[in-house]
C-alpha cells in the first residue's frame, strides 16, 4: 500500500534553512528568497516562531534581514511622561480623537457584516439571538472581515468621502492600529465564548473614554531631552535630567508606541524588543509566600521578612468620596459641557486614582522583585482571585481590601521576575485547601480561626504562618496536595499529608463572620469578621 507523502510548506523549508546557522550569523533577504523561492515577507514570522520554541532566536536587522543571537528575544516597555504644550498638545488630543473615530468607524463595518457589538448599541441584536437559542436554533456568525479588508475599505472610504480631508493631517499608522485593535478584541471576546465566559463585545467609544490613547510604529527617534514623532515633531520628556530610562533603547529595536492621557498627564509607551541573556543568582532558598493582609513568607530561618502593604486606597478613600460627590453634584445637565468647577472634580478625582495606582504598582514592584532576588524557589496559593472579589462571596470591604492589596498582580509580576531570572515559580491548584492543612503532618482542621491547632500533632502557629511553612514543605517536595505523599517523620504523631489528597477538596472562600478564639498564651478572644483565619479591620486605617 502506498503511502501519501506531502510536500513540506514554504514555511517549513525556510524554518530548516535558518536553523542550519550559528549563533551571530546574519541571514539577509535575498538569501532566504534564495533558499524558498519566494519573498521571504510572508513566511519568516512563522519560521522564526517555530524556531524559538526550540531555544533559537532571532533579532531582526533592519533594511538587511535576521542575525541569530546566542540568547532570547524578548518584549520589553519603558515608559515616560512627556511635557507637551500649546500647538503639540492640541495635536496629541487631535491623534487621540482620530484613533477613536478609525475604532467606531471599524466597529460598524463589522456590525454591517453581522457582528454583535456591545453596550446599548447592539443590545437589540444580542437579545434577539439569545432568544433563537432558546427555542433551540442554531445561531452562525458570518466571516469576520479582516483587518487588511477593513483598511482597504478605509482607504476607499477616505479618497471618496471629501469631509474626511482633515485624515491626512493625522499619523496613518494611527488608523493601522485602530483598525488592528477591533480585530483583536473580536478574537478574544470570542475566545472568552468559547470558554463559557461573558464573550465581553467590543463597544463604541465616547468622547470621554476612559482609554484616551493611540498607537502607532514607525518614524521615531528619541534624545535624552526629547521623542519625536512622526507629523508631531520633538516633545519634549518630562523631568528628563532626573532620569535616564531611554538608555535602555540602545541596540533594541523599537516596535511601537502608546501615547495615553491620564489625570491630564501625558505619558509615552516605548515597545521594545533586545536580546536578553538569563543571569542566574543562585541563592539554594526556598520560599512559601501566604497571600493575606500581609505578605508572609517562610524561608526556614527565625525571623524571614514580612511585607505590609500601603493600602493606597484605604488612605484616599476619604477624599475620593468627597469629590467624588462633587462631581456628582456638579453634573451637566444632558447636551452641555458643564462648568470650570465640574471638570476640576472630575480632574482631582483623576489624579487620586492615578496616585492610588501607582503607590499599588511601587509596592508590586518592589516586592517582587525582592522575593525573586532572595530566593529560587517560590511558592505561592493558587486560589481565584477574581471569584474571591465576586458579588456572592464576602465582605464589600474585604473585596475592595483585596483588589487594594493586588494579589493577583503580586502573583503575575512573580512569575514574571522568576523567568527572567532563572527562578523557579509554583503555584499550587485552585482548589488546595493550603489554609486548613497542617505544615508538619497534612491533618485537616476547618476551623477558621486566627490561630492554627492541630488535632493529630498538636502543632499550634498562627495561620498565615502555618500556610507559609506548609507551601515552602510542598517546594521541596516533602508534602503534595495529590496522589502519594511522604509518610509522617518518625516521632510525629498524626496522619500523613495522603489523606489531603484523597479528601475532595473545596474552593477557598470567605469563613464565618462573628468567630472567636483564645491565643495561644490564653489571652483575650479575637472577635469580628476574618478571612482565611486572619480578622479583617473594623477602623479605617487599622491596615496601613
Known sequence: MKTKTTAPTTTAILTEFLRKTSPGDVVDWPQMEGAIGKHPKMYWKGARRALSKDGICFSIVDGIGLRRVSGRMVNRAVKVELAPRGRKLEELRQNVGFSRFVWNWTLGQH???????????????????????????????PKMLSAAEVSRRWTQEVRSNPELSWVQHRIVRVARNAIQ?????????LRRARLGERAGWPRFRKRNHQRRSFTTQGRFRCTRWAIKLDKLGMIPIRNARRHDQLDVLEGARVLRLVVEERAERWWCSIMYEREHEVEIESTGKIAGIDLGYSITVSDGTDKPPVYDP??????????????????????PKPGQLGSKRYRRAQKIVASLHLRVAFLRKDWIEQVSDDLVKRYDVLVVEGFDVKRLVSEEVGYRKGRRTILDIGWGMLRIRLAAKAKDRGKRFEKLEELDLTDQTCSRCGTLDERTDGLFRCQGCGHQDTRPRNTADLLRRIGMGEMTFGGDAPETPAGEAGVNARGVGERTVRRPSWRGSEIGCADAQGGPALQGPQLFGIPIPTERGALS
Open 111 to 141: 456590525q454591517k457584516n453581522g457582528w454583535p457589538v456591545g453596550g446599548k448599541a447592539g443590545a437589540e441584536a444580542r437579545c434577539e439571538a439569545m432568544k433563537r437559542k432558546k427555542l433551540g436554533e442554531k445561531v452562525d456568525l
Open 181 to 189: 485593535a477591533v480585530s483583536d478584541a473580536y478574537a478574544h471576546a
Open 310 to 331: 500601603p493600602m493606597a486606597l484605604d488612605r484616599h478613600l476619604l477624599w475620593l468620596r468627597h469629590w467624588g460627590r462633587a462631581v456628582s453634584r456638579r453634573q
